[in-house]
Protein backbone atom coordinates (compact mmCIF):
# COMPACT_ATOMS: atom_id res chain seq x y z
CA UNK A 1 0.00 0.00 0.00
CA UNK A 2 1.37 3.97 -0.94
CA UNK A 3 0.14 7.03 -0.61
CA UNK A 4 1.52 9.21 -2.95
CA UNK A 5 1.05 12.88 -2.01
CA UNK A 6 1.41 15.98 -4.86
CA UNK A 7 0.46 19.65 -5.46
CA UNK A 8 2.83 21.47 -2.97
CA UNK A 9 5.10 24.36 -4.09
CA UNK A 10 5.93 28.36 -3.38
CA UNK A 11 3.21 30.62 -3.50
CA UNK A 12 3.13 34.13 -1.95
CA UNK A 13 0.93 35.14 0.86
CA UNK A 14 -3.02 35.00 -0.07
CA UNK A 15 -2.62 32.73 -2.96
CA UNK A 16 -3.76 29.22 -2.74
CA UNK A 17 -2.51 25.72 -3.66
CA UNK A 18 -4.90 22.29 -3.72
CA UNK A 19 -2.80 19.08 -2.78
CA UNK A 20 -3.89 15.34 -3.40
CA UNK A 21 -2.98 11.95 -2.02
CA UNK A 22 -3.76 8.79 -3.58
CA UNK A 23 -3.66 5.16 -2.09
CA UNK A 24 -2.85 2.76 -4.22
CA UNK A 25 -2.26 -1.04 -3.20
CA UNK A 26 -3.92 -4.00 -1.88
CA UNK A 27 -6.97 -3.10 0.53
CA UNK A 28 -10.55 -3.61 1.35
CA UNK A 29 -11.45 -0.01 1.85
CA UNK A 30 -10.49 3.33 3.53
CA UNK A 31 -11.65 4.66 6.73
CA UNK A 32 -10.70 8.41 7.88
CA UNK A 33 -8.24 10.26 5.28
CA UNK A 34 -6.18 13.59 6.35
CA UNK A 35 -3.47 15.59 6.50
CA UNK A 36 -1.19 16.84 8.68
CA UNK A 37 1.89 18.87 8.88
CA UNK A 38 4.77 19.93 10.18
CA UNK A 39 7.14 23.11 10.14
CA UNK A 40 11.23 22.87 11.09
CA UNK A 41 11.56 22.87 14.82
CA UNK A 42 7.60 21.70 15.53
CA UNK A 43 5.74 18.69 15.97
CA UNK A 44 3.24 17.50 13.52
CA UNK A 45 -0.09 18.51 13.64
CA UNK A 46 -3.74 18.00 12.34
CA UNK A 47 -4.71 19.83 9.21
CA UNK A 48 -7.96 18.46 8.74
CA UNK A 49 -9.29 14.99 8.09
CA UNK A 50 -12.68 13.56 6.45
CA UNK A 51 -14.42 10.45 7.24
CA UNK A 52 -15.78 7.95 4.78
CA UNK A 53 -19.11 9.43 5.02
CA UNK A 54 -17.53 12.78 4.28
CA UNK A 55 -17.74 14.71 7.97
CA UNK A 56 -14.74 16.70 8.45
CA UNK A 57 -12.54 18.14 10.79
CA UNK A 58 -10.55 20.90 10.84
CA UNK A 59 -7.50 22.41 12.97
CA UNK A 60 -8.91 25.99 13.78
CA UNK A 61 -6.03 27.65 12.43
CA UNK A 62 -7.27 26.92 9.13
CA UNK A 63 -10.93 26.64 9.60
CA UNK A 64 -12.53 29.00 6.78
CA UNK A 65 -9.70 29.23 4.67
CA UNK A 66 -8.84 25.13 4.06
CA UNK A 67 -11.40 22.52 2.47
CA UNK A 68 -11.00 18.36 2.42
CA UNK A 69 -12.35 16.48 0.24
CA UNK A 70 -12.34 13.23 -1.06
CA UNK A 71 -13.10 10.89 -4.04
CA UNK A 72 -14.03 7.47 -2.82
CA UNK A 73 -13.74 6.07 -6.33
CA UNK A 74 -10.40 7.06 -6.85
CA UNK A 75 -9.43 6.51 -3.21
CA UNK A 76 -7.95 10.21 -3.26
CA UNK A 77 -8.20 13.19 -0.87
CA UNK A 78 -7.73 16.13 -1.79
CA UNK A 79 -6.58 20.27 0.16
CA UNK A 80 -8.11 22.94 -1.03
CA UNK A 81 -5.72 25.73 0.68
CA UNK A 82 -7.32 29.35 0.29
CA UNK A 83 -5.50 32.61 1.46
CA UNK A 84 -2.63 31.19 2.59
CA UNK A 85 -0.15 32.57 5.31
CA UNK A 86 3.42 32.40 5.62
CA UNK A 87 2.79 30.52 8.95
CA UNK A 88 0.99 28.10 6.53
CA UNK A 89 4.85 26.96 5.94
CA UNK A 90 5.15 23.24 6.27
CA UNK A 91 6.06 19.79 5.08
CA UNK A 92 1.88 18.14 4.54
CA UNK A 93 1.54 14.57 4.91
CA UNK A 94 -1.25 12.74 4.67
CA UNK A 95 -2.68 10.02 6.25
CA UNK A 96 -5.22 6.91 5.65
CA UNK A 97 -6.74 4.19 7.34
CA UNK A 98 -6.80 1.51 5.42
CA UNK A 99 -9.29 -1.64 6.12
CA UNK A 100 -7.07 -5.00 4.88
CA UNK A 101 -9.52 -8.12 4.86
CA UNK A 102 -8.15 -11.18 6.04
CA UNK A 103 -9.25 -14.96 7.02
CA UNK A 104 -10.80 -14.47 10.09
CA UNK A 105 -11.61 -10.82 10.25
CA UNK A 106 -10.96 -7.40 8.67
CA UNK A 107 -7.66 -5.42 10.30
CA UNK A 108 -7.23 -1.36 10.12
CA UNK A 109 -3.60 0.04 9.05
CA UNK A 110 -2.74 3.41 9.33
CA UNK A 111 -0.31 5.18 6.36
CA UNK A 112 1.09 7.89 5.89
CA UNK A 113 2.59 9.48 2.76
CA UNK A 114 6.03 11.09 1.94
CA UNK A 115 5.09 14.71 2.66
CA UNK A 116 4.98 17.73 0.40
CA UNK A 117 6.43 20.56 0.75
CA UNK A 118 4.81 24.02 1.28
CA UNK A 119 6.40 27.32 1.22
CA UNK A 120 4.02 30.97 1.71
CA UNK A 121 6.25 33.55 0.88
CA UNK A 122 4.98 37.02 2.58
Known amino acids: VQLQASGGGLVQAGGSLRLSCAAS????????MGWYRQAPGKQRELVAT???????NYADSVKGRFTISRDNAKNTVYLQMNSLKPEDTSVYYC?????????????????WGQGTQVTVSS
Open 25 to 32: GRFFSINV
Open 50 to 56: ISSGGST
Open 95 to 111: NAELVVLTNTLPLTYNY
